[in-house]
């Protein structure tokens, strides 16, 4: 005698970032309706977005100032842009603040997000939503928040710190800690986002699964290994996407608190862009360098798709 | 004030700015509407205010409205503003930042107003003209030009008992030494005898001050010059009076500095006039003295302020601009302009009594010989001011002083070219 287990729900995992394909019947008139509903966000886009776009890749082949007639120089600002060992610096400075932020971010809001999606976890909602604050603060206030508190002199940081025998010294001048502390306030700004799609993605996993992989004799670390980690990759390639987009893009908390310094160690792709458009007027560089980093963040978004694509390709 | 970095919420205010947007406009003989934007927020912004309100009430052909910013979104606004014709007809904007515009075609050329003998041009402090220059042709007029002073904290120097200003470089080290005090003996001054920023500084014009004190220089006539053994000394001598004597904390900018002595931690600066209200609002009893001088000069580099006129305007209101100029600059106005300010008169026929009632401007304007203007006509500042900034924090952070000024010189030449 077996006991009878009724069928487990068949598992569909969500649909992939690029959505199932449908039905091909009633496409026509469907898809007129559909441009009439999206027409007003079209028109938005297409004037704010893409318009600016396809101007600016005009002016990345132009000397343009701002000011007066442009002239056509051709590939010259794309040439400037791969021999400038200023903007080779921008680069590496960019690659490095990505790699600080994006591993850091992105793990401790998956950490926080299973640990707060334990049910037992007493004030569970006090603690989601205490996460959450950071990112609806601005970059800038937080930023400026950050500055003084770790500031050598009035930071009270340092000061609490002070007492405890630790001295931090000059962060925000300290070639090796400028970086890191950017990076930082930056993963306090941004992961309670992420955090916030984690949990989301951990609260569509069926709990049937995990009953089922401990009848199996899962323990946790296998649980979290074979089952939540694999049901939760397409979050997982959503929340990576904008960590690193965001990272790319590095550039309010910058501003406030380094200005690029100490010496350019702080100096990111998009500081570079800021000031080459507005502080030395060369709008026609600055477009050539915007479209370089747009075409690099297309590409590493394409391969990671591309990577996420394929696992759950397997999983199915 | 002039620094740029400090004010921000430029991306958001920028878009505000285009959004809201604001242009001067009129027929060709109807009554003109000029927008002035400038970033005069203290007092010497409703001086500046009252000036155009006289302008104002005597021209009924002309109408100025004004725009106060800060510096750093003037300077973050202006392009797209400008660019998409809904820019300020006259702007005031930091010295160094005008040839950037003015070489791009923003503003108009003011050669004819100048030859003007009703310009009130004629007697403009020479230093104060050369920063609005750009190959040859003037851009704008002076709104403000003071050499950096030292202001200091005379409580403290009366507790230190010394009793008069250092008059050269190595009296000011000796006397910040006997003004830095570490009680705890931790290693950490509590009270430093000067704060000397290495990079970001006040206008940019500390370090200048100090090469052109020892015989140096950044740039002459277009060339860099900033390699020299009189600037490796210059840089060795202040490395060594701020890391091995500690007479100032390391990594200060020019706004940590304002904030130590208005905290009263530190017992000497190099500011601008502005710094006369930051002790004043702070409770500390301060005097200004020239910078000391080097072994071979007695200089500081000027904080200036330019005005210039959109090139996009039309005749009529570049003419109302110009009018406007020449108003600003009459007799009356700069002496106005000057004791309300706190900034030294910009005409140098104005009598030393005529600003004697502001104690600040008198002292400022006794030493206004000694200012000069920084990086006059360069057009790519931006690029020579972070090569100095570069070298100097570096120097200071106890770099190859050779090997940086070596490589300072190849960047800076790079930006002239």
Redesign the interface.
Known sequence: MTAQHPPARRYRPPAPLGGRRGSRRGLGRRNLRAFAFLAPALVVLGLFVVWPMISALRLSFTDASGFGREEWVGLENYVTVFTDPDILNAVLNTVQYTLLFTPTAVLAALGLALLLNNPHLPFRSFFRTALFVPFVISFAVAAFAWSYLIDPQVGLLNYWLGGLGIRMGNVLQDPTLAMPAVAFVAVWKLFGFYFVIFLAGLQDIPASLYEAARVDGAGPWSRLRHVTLPLLSNTMAFVLIFAMIAALQAFDQIYVMTGGGPYGNTQTMVMEIYESGFRKLEVGFASALSYVLLIATLLLSIVQFLFFGRKEKDLS | MTR??TL????AAALALIMTGCSGGGDADGPVELTFWHGYTEADGDVLEAIVEDFNASHEDITIATEVKTWASI??TL??A??AGEGPDIVAMPAERLP??AS???FASLDDFYEDEDSNTAHLVPGAVDMVEVEGEKYGVPAGFVPLAVYYNTSLFEDAGIEEFPQDWDQWVEAAEQLTVDENGDGTPEQYGAVIPD??TVANGLWPSLFYGNGGGIVEDGQAVIDSPQNAETLEFWRSAIVDDQIS????DGI?AD??FG?G?AAMTVGGPWMASIATENGIDYAIAPIPAGPEAQAASAIGISMAAS?EATDAEQEAAEEFFSFFLNEENSVEWSLGSGWPPLRSDIPAEDVASNPVVASLTEMAELGRPLLPGVV?S??VL?AV??LT??AV?GGDIDALLDEAQGKIQDALE
């Open positions: 740029t970095r921000l919420g430029a991306g300077d973050d392009l797209t400008l660019s950037v515009y791009r075609g923003a990079h970001e904390p390391t990594g200060v940590g904030e130590l905290s931690k090139a790519n931006v690029d972070t900034d570069e924090q570096r952070a």
